[in-house]
């Protein structure tokens, strides 16, 4: 009797932990035909190699969503909730990613130049690699990011160690 109840009860527990990062069918639907989705649900999408220049994902959720190897070069991400998603080896730039929700991500790699992420919150991001020259940093907090081997807003490049600031 008791073993049934936990198995019930891990039953529910797993589909209720699924629904937290299911997205929105008809979004990515949407996102997939217009490369505009602004306030969409893409939350834990799996989307590597996109190609979406240019496009409107401005306030969206796209929470632990798979952008490895993505190209969003001039996109709008401002306000959009980013956490944990993999953007591995991601083109980010001249993005908009001002006042976006980039906690947890992985940026390893990726290209952010000239990319406005004024006001974003990379705290524990993992930043190691990637290329930041020209970026707008302004009232961005970076605690606990990861930033060994990035290139620095100013061509340079950031120390093994660099955590929560670049260390030259």
Request: proline share 1%; charged share 20%.
């Amino acid at each position: 009797m008791k073993t049934g109840r936990i198995v019930i009860l891990c039953v529910v527990f797993l589909m209720a932990a699924g629904s937290l990062y299911a997205f929105d069918s008809g979004h990515v639907q949407k996102f997939q035909e217009l490369k505009n989705c602004p306030r969409c649900d893409l939350s834990g999408a799996h989307l590597p190699d996109l190609s979406a220049g240019g496009a409107d994902l401005s306030g969206a959720n796209l929470e632990r969503a798979n952008l490895t190897n993505a190209s969003l070069r001039g996109a709008n991400l401002s306000g959009a909730n980013l956490s944990g998603a993999n953007l591995v080896k991601a083109s980010l730039r001249d993005a908009d990613l001002s006042h976006a929700n980039l906690t947890r991500a992985r940026l390893v790699d990726s290209w952010l130049s000239g990319a406005n992420l004024m006001g974003a919150d990379l705290s524990n991001a993992n930043i190691m690699r990637a290329n930041l020259i020209g970026a707008n940093l302004a009232n961005t907090k970076m605690t606990g990011a990861r930033l060994d081997d990035a290139v620095w807003v100013d061509g340079k490049t950031c120390k093994e160690g660099s955590v929560g600031q670049c260390k030259r």
